[in-house]
């Protein structure tokens, strides 16, 4: 009962201090898992989804390699339609990573 209590309140913690966790070394060293269920989660309290999209692509090139293979699926959770116009063709449309992934197009 304790370590469900710890774990709720530690996942309480990181959504509501995501933009703050996902500029951490700790958020670049979590698993892929981890990230799918941290960057879909509806709890986020952030401003943007933005600082979603910034976020997945911090941890990807953290360890490009190993984790490019992983974009489309992370940025499947990622709410995009939830972006302003300009940050789409400016910053999502425009950044290498998405560019060169045929799975993202």
């Not at 933005?50 to 941890?59: D, I, K, N, R, S």
């Not at 953290?62 to 709410?79: A, N």
Request: one cysteine or more; hydrophobic letters at 40%; glycine letters at 0%.
């Amino acid at each position: 009962m304790m370590c469900t209590t710890l774990y709720d309140a530690a996942n309480s913690f990181v959504h509501q201090h995501f933009v703050e966790v996902s500029v951490s070394e700790e958020f670049l060293s979590l698993r892929p898992e981890e990230v799918l269920e941290l960057v879909g989660c509806d709890e986020l309290n952030i401003k943007a989804e933005e600082q979603v999209f910034e976020a997945v692509l911090a941890w990807v090139r953290h360890e490009r390699e190993e984790r490019e293979p992983r974009l489309p699926e992370l940025l499947s959770k990622t709410r995009l339609p939830l972006c302003r116009p300009q940050f789409l063709a400016d910053r999502v449309q425009q950044d290498e990573l998405v560019r060169f992934c045929h799975k993202c197009r």
